[in-house]
């Protein structure tokens, strides 16, 4: 039978200790960037904001259009992939929305047209 604390049966601080310590494996980590990143693979780039998947890009114009289509709804499945290539990703200029298209380049793989 479970110890629910509003039968008395356990002391609601100690019910809350519990599910903050069932709780604490499902927690994210905080973004670590300001705003989207790039992942490179091959001749594109992944771009990630928030731990959300905003599409691939192997040009300005198709980085343009991933950072212009706007964020997707949380996955785990998508977060616990990204969680893994963190220390791969590289943050964008801050304020994108404002550098012109031919600065972004710089996210793009040297392969890649611009």
């Not at 198709?62 to 893994?84: H, M, Q, V």
Request: charged fraction near 20%.
């Amino acid at each position: 039978m479970e110890r629910v604390p509003c039968c008395g049966e356990e002391p609601a601080a100690q019910h809350y200790v519990r599910l903050l310590d069932a709780l604490a494996g499902l927690r994210l980590k905080a973004w670590p960037f300001d705003g989207p990143a790039v992942l490179r693979e091959g001749d594109a780039v992944h771009v990630i904001d928030g731990w959300c998947h905003l599409g691939t890009a192997r040009s300005d114009e198709e980085l343009w259009a991933c950072l212009s289509n706007g964020r997707p709804g949380f996955d785990r499945d998508t977060y616990r992939i990204l969680i893994k290539h963190q220390a791969k990703m590289q943050g964008l200029p801050a304020g994108n929305s404002r550098i012109s298209q031919g600065q972004l380049h710089c996210a793009l793989p040297s392969s890649a047209s611009v």
